[in-house]
C-alpha cells in the first residue's frame, strides 16, 4: 500500500521540477529577448548617430583626393617646373655642379612675371633689357659659374673647431697630469738614469752587440 504512494508522490516531485525548469526557461528567454531588443536599439540609434558623421568623412576624402589627384606624382614634388633634360642622374632634380652645369629641371616654378618674360625671349634678343636677362637666368639657374667658384671661406670654421678641439684636448691632458696621474718614480731623474748608466756598464751587460761593446774600457770613453 506504501509503494503506490511513494511512487505516486516521487512522479509528482518530477512533474513539479520539470514545471519549474519551465518557468525558469521562459523567464531566460524572456530576459533574452530584453536584452536583444536592448541591443537592437542601442545599435539602431548608435548607427543613426554616426551615419551622418561618416558621410561628411566620406565628402571630406573625397574632396580633398580631388584636389590633391595628379596624373604624374613627380608634379607633386617638383611643382609646375619645366623638365628640360636628363639631368644627373635621370632623376627630376635641381642642383649647382660646375662638372655637371645642366640640371634636368628649371630652378624655379613657372610665374606670371618669368611667363611673361619668356615669351618675350621668343623675339629678338636685344630689345631685352640686363635685368630681364639677369631674371631669365636666375629662373633657370640658381648660382653662376663665378658664384660656384667663389671661396665659400668654410675654412674658416673648420679650423676653428680644430683649433677648439685641440686646446680641449691640452686642457684635459694638464688637469689629468696634475690631478689624476702619479708622479713619475726618481729613477726618471737625470742622476738616477746616470748611475743606472754606469751600474749597466760595470756589469758589462751587452758585450758583443750591446751597450758594453759600444765602450772602451781601457779608455774610460765610448768608442769613436
Known sequence: CIRPLILEAIRHLQLCRRKANVIKLSYYLF?????????R????QTKARITPVISQIRTAHDHAHEHHAVGDPVKIVIGNREIVGFGMNGQPNY????????PAIRYKEVTPDIQVL???????????TIEEKKALYRASFCQTFAEMKAPTG????????????????????????????????DTFTPEKQQAQ??????????PIE???????????????
Do not use: H
Open 154 to 185: 668654410e675654412w674658416k670654421s673648420l679650423l676653428g673647431f680644430t683649433l677648439i678641439g685641440c686646446s680641449f684636448a691640452m686642457w684635459i691632458y694638464i688637469w689629468m697630469k696634475k690631478f689624476v696621474y702619479a708622479p713619475l718614480p
Open 118 to 128: 619668356k615669351e618675350k625671349e621668343k623675339g629678338d634678343w636685344s630689345k631685352l
Open 31 to 39: 530576459e533574452l529577448g530584453m536584452a536583444n531588443n536592448l541591443v
Open 95 to 102: 642642383i649647382d655642379r660646375v662638372d655637371f652645369p645642366l
Open 41 to 44: 536599439c542601442a545599435a539602431q
Open 210 to 224: 750591446g751597450l758594453a761593446s759600444k765602450y772602451d774600457y781601457e779608455k774610460g770613453r765610448w768608442k769613436e
Open 197 to 206: 748608466l754606469e751600474r749597466m756598464l760595470n756589469m758589462q751587460i751587452g
